[in-house]
């Protein structure tokens, strides 16, 4: 078994990892205090090919890998998780638009997707459906014009900032199969927005409700069929928290980088904390557990690729485990800094209030617990 990566696997992380210490890394805590990322990034990020990751080439995209995808957020969150994070919603809507959509859905929607010269939003939750997605309220009534919208979307990265905004909507009965998906352009009639969250961490995203109040849009922003909504959501999901992972786990690493540098530069009792055995035992337990969380974020990944029926049941798996192994180890990093963790400078507080919504969104880790334990209930009898 192979666990190194190819060569081109190689330059893909090198080119994320160079892109987000020269043009993110410099001004992350700016756009943190800012609670804004600039729109001029975008394109920069397109350029190399990180718009459209799961996107046909043939419709402006890269047609990278899940696994591929995993090295982009794990080297892009090294400069900051908020900024990765919101680069794969971005490229969760383009993989659903890709997989799902008809020939003429996108021909509409994907180029401009690609060059990020439109940044889109993925709509899920409400104010009543969390963890419970199907339960879901915002309404579409068809008409002979198009769709007319109803209801409102929680906790929206990109809420009042995005371009396009992909929404589950209800077109049918209750449950699942009454659920399908929309695209909602800014600017559209009826579409508003809550206020700007004020959140713990991933500050630089700005984050709000979105509004819709008899908000109009034609037949063809539906993306596939009716009352597949649903499915598609969930099949994003996959990819998703396979990304989060990615993410959490690439802030948690530069939370270690930063740490070792700090141990080696600072004093006590005559010479480098980074000499001190106890402190080295944590070092070494720091250190497992990311390279542990790695190989396993990569299998799942590797599963997604291949379609492996199992595949699902790992990608939770992997968020489960990696989200909470890279908290603990930010965490960590910042107790192994001191009282100099806990100011902004040193840049370790930041991860730390970052990383701690990775064990939330993309589904809970909770219910991680939850789609693990069923598939193997299910896998046994």
């Not at 709000?208 to 037949?219: G, I, R, Y």
Request: hydrophobic fraction near 40%; aromatic fraction near 8%; charge should be negative.
């Amino acid at each position: 078994m192979d666990f190194a990566l190819s060569e081109e696997q190689t330059l893909i992380f090198d080119m994320a990892k160079g892109f987000g210490e020269e043009h993110i890394a410099p001004n992350a805590q700016k756009w943190e205090a800012e609670g804004t990322i600039p729109k001029e990034l975008w394109p920069q990020i397109a350029e190399l090919g990180l718009g459209g990751i799961y996107v046909s080439e043939e419709y402006g995209g890269s047609g990278l890998s899940r696994l591929d995808a995993t090295l982009v957020f794990e080297a892009l969150a090294m400069s900051c998780p908020s900024v990765g994070s919101f680069l794969s919603i971005h490229n969760m809507c383009g993989g659903m638009i890709d997989k799902f959509g008809s020939e003429e859905t996108k021909q509409k929607w994907l180029p401009d997707l690609c060059t990020m010269s439109k940044v889109f939003s993925y709509c899920l939750t409400e104010p009543g459906s969390g963890s419970d997605a199907a339960a879901l309220k915002t309404r579409a009534a068809k008409t002979n014009d198009g769709y007319v919208l109803n209801g409102t979307k929680a906790f929206i990265s990109g809420g009042g900032y995005s371009d396009a905004y992909v929404i589950m909507v209800r077109t049918g009965d209750d449950g699942p199969k009454g659920i399908s998906t929309v695209v909602v352009e800014d600017g559209s009639d009826g579409l508003s927005f809550g206020g700007l969250e004020n959140k713990m961490g991933w500050r630089s995203q700005p984050t709000a409700q979105v509004q819709f109040d008899d908000c109009k849009v034609p037949h063809d922003n539906l993306i596939g069929e009716e009352g597949k909504g649903f499915s598609y959501a969930m099949a994003g999901l996959d990819g998703g928290r396979l990304n989060i992972a990615a993410s959490a786990l690439g802030g948690a690493q530069n939370a270690l980088d930063l740490t070792m540098q700090y141990m080696a530069e600072r004093k006590a009792f005559g010479k480098p904390i980074n000499q001190f055995q106890a402190l080295q035992f944590r070092l070494a337990e720091f250190e497992t557990k990311l390279q542990a969380a790695r190989v396993f974020l990569r299998q799942a990944a590797w599963k997604l690729d291949n379609k492996s029926h199992d595949a699902t049941k790992f990608c939770a798996m992997a968020k489960l485990m990696v989200t909470d192994v890279a908290f603990e180890v930010a965490n960590g990093c910042l107790q192994l800094h001191g009282g100099y963790g806990y100011l902004a400078d040193y840049g370790v507080e930041k991860i730390v209030r970052d990383l701690r919504v990775h064990q939330i969104l993309e589904g809970t880790n909770e219910i991680m617990r939850l789609i693990v334990s069923r598939q193997m209930i299910a896998d046994a009898a």
